[in-house]
């Protein structure tokens, strides 16, 4: 069974840092490309960044390019989002997503993430 567990999220002030983290279990974490997302309340999910099955291949949303860093340890099945200077408009639920960009077929119910003062 596919399972996707995202942590780290929380409360962070305007301009802090989260490090996310995503355990995946159930296949070959190794052979996939990874993907996190994210939902804001009362908005739709909104891809944030991927990256390719190596590690050496990534894409990001412009509006997080430079603040935000996606990475993964294959030998210990995780993927991250490294987040920094985070704004309010950065505060949604963010999860993690087996697959490239849109083409994600299982995702995790994901972690909370509030940035406000």
């Known amino acids: 069974e596919v399972q996707l567990v995202e942590s780290g999220g929380g409360l962070v002030q305007p301009g802090g840092s989260l490090r996310l983290s995503c355990a995946a279990s159930?296949?070959?974490?190794?052979?996939?490309?990874m993907t996190w997302v994210r939902q804001a309340p009362g908005k739709g999910l909104e891809w944030v960044s991927s990256i390719n099955s190596g590690g050496n291949s990534i894409s990001t949303l412009d509006s997080v390019k430079g603040r935000f860093t996606i990475s993964r340890d294959n030998a210990k099945n995780t993927l991250y989002l490294h987040m920094n200077s985070l704004k309010a408009e950065d505060s949604a639920v963010y999860h993690c997503?087996?697959?490239?960009?849109?083409?994600?077929?299982?995702r995790g119910q994901g972690t909370q993430v509030t940035v406000s003062s």
């Open positions: 159930g296949f070959m974490f190794s052979s996939y490309p």
């Open positions: 997503q087996r697959g490239w960009r849109g083409l994600g077929d299982y």
